[in-house]
Each structure stands twice: as structure tokens, then as C-alpha cells.
């Protein structure tokens, strides 16, 4: 294919995906600013805030455009549950065309930020930085096959002193009917209303934040979901073929004792014991896929266990399912537990294969923070920050959609291309060339 056809039969495509985006917006004077931002998103640059992509998309008129951006993106009241159910009934079959769904990956991602007043904004563990400091957390859904995954649900996690605080609330217009929910709990209300909205299922996959929580599992088991999810070493387990005792005999006396017990040599251990007392025959080299430098490969074993976290409450043991443990050759204990819920007779290798799938979302996330955006608002409120997100997952939905038909050899073609920048147009905050004054734009809004 020419270049250049490729990027007008792209464009032409964009036209198209777009209009059918506008149908979720209610009005039809939101379907130029909806273009403009997603070309901005999907167009190169530094900065995919409101300034400069206004600058991008529209050069000859900046500050008009800066405003009706902001506006659309700040402002304006539209539904993102509606667009991203655009977004999801367009890009799905493009995935599925490819390959089946293979997994609903969960996860959570960061956004450092400096000031206290942007909503959501808290000291909190910071997966972009690797440890605890001042960020916005939110928490997604994807739907991943082989080749790609796409965002179908995505909500800020608010912190419990933001949701407990009606100055702070009011002034960020986070909505009254949000309520304080850990992650947990968001990510299952996200998986409900994709189960409901007829999107194929795949095997849950989520980290130890969310795998450690009993009533998480718990739930994906109730939709009939199976999983896969990462938990801490410090999770209890009954080793193989072992369970709590039934409950004590009655006495003849008073109710039933119905509950499961405990005793002294009959208890569970922690995930990490008993990975450490499996024998040296439990363990074995499996390789999952091709990385860039070379195949990828640890050492693993798996066992069949039950969860015992409050167990003694319970009038029956819980369920067996899988126990995964990786533990790297050269490592003194290993390194990552999961549990998962897939079949008894499912292979190491396809445990392994199907757990490791995650890294799936942590490559597609990384393009979504540094190619589109995603990180990239600088409002305050709860709107324009979904808004953004809502819109900054419609392009990324375009693009993996273009992938599904563009041929390996054509995948270095611009998807859109970008008009040029007026020669006296500077990015606001950059240093002006010296003799030449700076050029004034509209900055009464912030982005």
C-alpha cells in the first residue's frame, strides 16, 4: 500500500469512527471539538493537554480552539459509560477477528502530581514511581487478546478522606451518588456491567492488591468468572490434601456446632511456607513467550490448595484451586504467588502462560501514557478528568483498530496526518527565542 494512501484511507476511516463516537455525545455541536481532541490525542507531540494539541489541530486559530476544546473536555456533560460503549462495539470484533479473548486483565494506574487540589489526589502507592507519594489513582478494565487489549471500563479510585470531605467534593463536582470504595470494589462493579453489557468473557487477571482480597475471588466466582490473580506471601493456604477439620461432635446440648475448625498441627500456612516445603521435583523450567532479547523463562510449580482466610466462620471448607509459585533460579525464595480458578486438569504451562498474560496491559498502558495522554490533563475536577481518559481510550481504540488491518510492513505509516504549526507559535511555559515577544494565547481556563 502507498503511504499516502494509507493515511487518507486512515483518515477517511477516522471520519467515520468518530461520527459513530458523536452518537453517544447528545449533541451535535460536540462533534468537532470530539475530532479535534482525538486527533490532537493521536497526533505526535510532547503534550496531549488542551493548549498545545489546540495548537496541533487548529493553528490559525489556537485561542478559539483552546476554549472549545477546554469546554468539550471540562465542562460539557456527556456520558463516558456511552462513549466507551461506542469505543467497545467498534474495537472488540476488529480484536476478536484477530483472535479470541483470552483474558479481562484489572489494574490500577498512577498519576503523580505535586499540588493536593486535583481530585482524588493523595499520598498512595504510585505504580508509575514505585513507591507511596502524591498521585491519582484509577482503576480499569481491559479486554486482551494475543495481539492487544482495550480499556472497557476505567474510574478514579477516591480516597477515603476525599469522599468523607463535601468542600473538596463540591469543588472537584465529583458526582453525589460516588461513595468511598476500595479498588476491589470498583473493579467488580466494572466487571458486572461488562458481564451485562454481552462483552465475551475471559479469565480475570489481576495483581495481589486485588487477589489478596477474599471478597474479590469470591465475587468473580459467583459471576461464574474463572482467574488467575496474584496474592502476597503472607496469604494462608491449606497445603495439598489437607482442609479444616469438620466441625466438633454435638453434645447432645444446645445448637449444633456447624462451623469448620482448627487445632494445634492442623492449621494452614502462609503461601510462602509452603512453597519453600514443596520438594525439588515440584519445580520446572517453563518458558511462556518470546521477549525482545530472547525467550522468557523461570522456574515454577504449582499444587492444588484451599484458601483459608477466615475459614473458622465457614460450615464448610472452601474450594481447592490452583497455587502458582515462581521461583527464579539463583532467587532465595520465590519471587510471585497466584491463585487461579482454572480447571484442575490445566497444564503448568498453561497456568504459567495464562498468568504471565498481564504483561499485555503494562506494555498497551505505557502507550497509552506516553503516545496518547492519558497522564496528560491538568484540570482539577472529576469531569474533565474522565472526560480525558474516556476520550484518550477512544484513540488508542482507533489506533489498535488500524493495527488489526495494517500489515506488518506498513505499521511505521502516521495514522493521521498534522497541519502545520504557525512559525511564531510557542508551547505555554517554553522560553521565548530572545528579541521576540511571546505570543499572547487565551489562559483564563485551565486545561
Given at each position: 500500500?502507498?503511504?499516502q494512501?494509507?493515511?487518507e484511507?486512515?483518515?477517511?476511516?477516522?471520519?467515520?469512527?468518530v461520527?459513530?463516537?458523536?452518537?453517544?455525545?447528545g449533541?451535535a455541536?460536540?462533534?468537532?471539538?470530539?475530532?479535534a481532541?482525538?486527533?490532537?490525542l493521536l497526533?505526535?507531540?510532547?503534550?496531549k493537554?488542551?493548549?498545545p494539541m489546540?495548537a496541533?489541530?487548529?493553528?490559525?486559530?489556537?485561542?478559539?480552539?483552546?476554549?472549545?476544546l477546554?469546554?468539550?473536555?471540562a465542562?460539557?456533560?456527556?456520558?463516558?459509560?456511552a462513549?466507551?460503549?461506542?469505543?467497545?462495539?467498534?474495537?472488540?470484533p476488529?480484536?476478536?477477528?484477530?483472535?479470541?479473548?483470552?483474558?479481562?486483565i484489572?489494574?490500577?494506574?498512577?498519576?503523580?502530581?505535586?499540588?493536593?487540589?486535583?481530585?482524588?489526589?493523595?499520598?498512595?502507592?504510585?505504580?508509575?514511581?514505585?513507591?507511596q507519594?502524591?498521585?491519582?489513582?484509577?482503576?480499569s478494565l481491559?479486554?486482551?487478546?494475543?495481539?492487544?487489549?482495550?480499556?472497557?471500563?476505567?474510574?478514579?479510585y477516591?480516597?477515603?478522606?476525599?469522599?468523607?470531605?463535601?468542600?473538596?467534593r463540591?469543588k472537584a463536582?465529583?458526582?453525589?451518588?460516588?461513595?468511598?470504595?476500595t479498588?476491589?470494589?470498583?473493579?467488580?462493579?466494572?466487571i458486572?456491567?461488562?458481564?451485562?453489557a454481552g462483552?465475551s468473557?475471559?479469565?480475570?487477571?489481576?495483581?495481589?492488591?486485588?487477589?489478596?482480597?477474599?471478597?474479590?475471588?469470591?465475587?468473580?466466582?459467583?459471576?461464574?468468572l474463572?482467574?488467575?490473580?496474584?496474592v502476597?506471601s503472607s496469604?494462608?493456604?491449606?497445603?495439598?490434601?489437607?482442609?479444616?477439620?469438620?466441625?466438633?461432635?454435638?453434645?447432645?446440648?444446645g445448637r449444633?456446632?456447624?462451623?469448620?475448625?482448627?487445632?494445634?498441627g492442623?492449621?494452614?500456612?502462609?503461601?510462602?511456607?509452603?512453597?519453600?516445603a514443596?520438594p525439588?521435583?515440584a519445580?520446572?523450567?517453563?518458558?511462556?513467550?518470546?521477549?525482545?532479547r530472547?525467550?522468557?523463562?523461570s522456574?515454577?510449580?504449582?499444587?492444588?490448595?484451599?484458601?483459608?482466610h477466615?475459614?473458622?466462620?465457614?460450615s464448610?471448607p472452601?474450594?481447592e484451586?490452583w497455587?502458582?509459585?515462581e521461583?527464579p533460579q539463583?532467587?532465595?525464595e520465590?519471587?510471585?504467588y497466584?491463585?487461579?480458578t482454572?480447571?484442575?486438569d490445566?497444564?503448568?504451562?498453561?497456568?504459567?502462560d495464562?498468568?504471565?498474560?498481564?504483561?499485555?496491559i503494562?506494555?498497551?498502558?505505557?502507550?497509552?501514557?506516553?503516545?496518547?495522554?492519558?497522564?496528560?490533563?491538568?484540570?482539577r475536577?472529576?469531569?474533565?478528568?474522565?472526560h480525558?481518559?474516556?476520550?484518550?481510550?477512544?484513540?488508542y481504540?482507533?489506533?489498535?483498530f488500524?493495527?488489526?488491518?495494517?500489515?506488518?510492513?506498513?505499521?511505521?505509516?502516521?495514522?493521521?496526518?498534522?497541519?502545520?504549526l504557525?512559525?511564531?507559535?510557542?508551547?505555554?511555559?517554553?522560553a521565548?527565542?530572545?528579541?521576540?515577544?511571546?505570543?499572547q494565547?487565551?489562559?483564563?481556563?485551565?486545561?
Amino acid at each position: 500500500m502507498d503511504l499516502q494512501d494509507g493515511i487518507e484511507t486512515s483518515e477517511s476511516r477516522f471520519a467515520t469512527y468518530v461520527e459513530t463516537l458523536a452518537s453517544a455525545l447528545g449533541h451535535a455541536d460536540r462533534v468537532a471539538p470530539l475530532k479535534a481532541y482525538c486527533t490532537g490525542l493521536l497526533l505526535p507531540g510532547e503534550r496531549k493537554s488542551v493548549e498545545p494539541m489546540a495548537a496541533r489541530v487548529e493553528p490559525g486559530r489556537v485561542q478559539a480552539a483552546h476554549q472549545s476544546l477546554h469546554h468539550f473536555v471540562a465542562k460539557a456533560d456527556w456520558s463516558d459509560d456511552a462513549v466507551l460503549g461506542v469505543v467497545r462495539a467498534q474495537v472488540l470484533p476488529a480484536l476478536e477477528r484477530q483472535g479470541p479473548i483470552r483474558a479481562w486483565i484489572v489494574d490500577d494506574t498512577g498519576f503523580p502530581k505535586k499540588g493536593k487540589h486535583s481530585v482524588g489526589v493523595a499520598r498512595q502507592y504510585c505504580g508509575q514511581l514505585g513507591k507511596q507519594d502524591n498521585c491519582q489513582v484509577a482503576v480499569s478494565l481491559s479486554v486482551a487478546t494475543e495481539q492487544a487489549s482495550l480499556p472497557v471500563a476505567y474510574q478514579l479510585y477516591l480516597p477515603e478522606d476525599w469522599a468523607n470531605d463535601p468542600g473538596r467534593r463540591e469543588k472537584a463536582g465529583v458526582p453525589e451518588d460516588v461513595i468511598f470504595r476500595t479498588k476491589p470494589e470498583i473493579s467488580l462493579t466494572q466487571i458486572r456491567a461488562t458481564l451485562g453489557a454481552g462483552v465475551s468473557p475471559g479469565v480475570v487477571l489481576a495483581d495481589a492488591g486485588y487477589g489478596n482480597d477474599t471478597a474479590f475471588r469470591t465475587g468473580l466466582t459467583e459471576m461464574g468468572l474463572t482467574y488467575v490473580v496474584g496474592v502476597q506471601s503472607s496469604i494462608r493456604l491449606w497445603p495439598p490434601d489437607t482442609q479444616p477439620l469438620p466441625p466438633k461432635p454435638w453434645s447432645g446440648r444446645g445448637r449444633p456446632p456447624s462451623l469448620v475448625r482448627r487445632q494445634p498441627g492442623h492449621a494452614p500456612v502462609s503461601a510462602k511456607e509452603l512453597a519453600q516445603a514443596l520438594p525439588e521435583n515440584a519445580w520446572r523450567r517453563v518458558t511462556w513467550r518470546e521477549g525482545t532479547r530472547g525467550p522468557l523463562a523461570s522456574r515454577f510449580a504449582a499444587v492444588r490448595v484451599r484458601p483459608a482466610h477466615r475459614d473458622y466462620w465457614r460450615s464448610a471448607p472452601r474450594a481447592e484451586e490452583w497455587f502458582l509459585i515462581e521461583w527464579p533460579q539463583g532467587e532465595v525464595e520465590p519471587t510471585k504467588y497466584w491463585l487461579s480458578t482454572l480447571p484442575e486438569d490445566t497444564g503448568l504451562a498453561t497456568l504459567v502462560d495464562q498468568a504471565k498474560l498481564r504483561w499485555r496491559i503494562e506494555r498497551d498502558y505505557q502507550e497509552l501514557k506516553q503516545e496518547i495522554g492519558l497522564g496528560h490533563y491538568e484540570g482539577r475536577g472529576w469531569r474533565g478528568f474522565h472526560h480525558h481518559a474516556t476520550l484518550s481510550i477512544a484513540a488508542y481504540g482507533f489506533l489498535v483498530f488500524e493495527r488489526s488491518l495494517i500489515p506488518p510492513s506498513a505499521s511505521g505509516a502516521p495514522i493521521l496526518k498534522a497541519p502545520a504549526l504557525p512559525e511564531d507559535y510557542r508551547p505555554r511555559g517554553a522560553a521565548a527565542p530572545p528579541g521576540t515577544p511571546r505570543r499572547q494565547l487565551h489562559r483564563h481556563h485551565q486545561d
